[in-house]
């Protein structure tokens, strides 16, 4: 029985466009997947120490949930144990309808230009809660993962604000819908308390709930990059039943309204490019 299935090539680039790029600029990147939904990217880059330590970084986190993964195995090993660690039932020698705990991982390629690599993650634990997405962004010249503060000369301070305020907005906007949509005070009532917002609170406003406030020294949101923008994440976490009250965690920021610094200039002025090209 064959534990692994093939390596998928992802064909990022239009025909005859990688050999206008420099080396390096983009990675080809590859899936690795195990028998049951485990997939990983791995990364092929001129430079082999940047791609090693890309892929080190994401086979680390892909397996940072299981206890039984030998990290010294192949990447195709590594997958193979946390599959048997999470769905199959050694006494009963059967793999398990649903498995226990963290039951998938599959990962969508964001941005791959201009030495960027930026990647979104969604963690499935057996369909029991929401899915849980994270994002990582790269440096393919270093393999470095990048903070927000590689990318933007913005305050962080400023950043915070202006996606609180998003967030309000957003908040607010949900909680109007589901008062027009229901009616129903008991459910209003509810939605608002997942928002952290009073039941009839449905004017946007442009300071959050305290939980939300952001101090000047705060922690930068979680970011990913596409290429026209910067993507902040805030998300509202609910049981499964509270899901069709879910807002989007993501806040599109465009280039335009921000201040892009290293890496991300040429990004942002590749985007311009493009944007006037289209008129």
Known sequence: MKWLGPLILLGLAAPGAQAQRAPGSRA???????????????????????????????????????????????????????????????????????????????????????????????????????????????????????????LLADAPAQLNRRLAAAVSRRLHEELASVVADLGDSVTIAHVAGLYGLAPWDTTPQHDLRPSLKQEPDASLPEFALRRDAVLLFHPIGMARFDIPYQPDESYVFPFRRLQPRGLLRAVAEASTRGATTKK
């Open 28 to 150: 080809q990147v590859h899936t690795i997947a195990s028998r049951t939904a485990f997939k990983v990217p791995q990364v092929q880059l001129p430079n082999a120490a940047a791609a090693a330590r890309i892929n080190h970084w994401l086979l680390r986190y892909a397996r940072a949930e299981f206890s039984t993964v030998d990290s010294t195995a192949s990447p195709q090993r590594q997958l193979a144990q946390a599959a048997r660690e999470c769905c199959y039932d050694k006494d009963e020698k059967t793999w398990l309808a649903a498995g226990d705990g963290l039951t998938a991982t599959t990962y969508k390629v964001l941005l791959n230009q201009d030495y960027l690599l930026s990647l979104e993650f969604q963690h499935d634990y057996g369909g029991l809660s929401e899915l849980a997405t994270h994002h990582f962004t790269f440096d393919l010249r270093t393999g470095r993962l990048l903070a927000l503060t590689d």
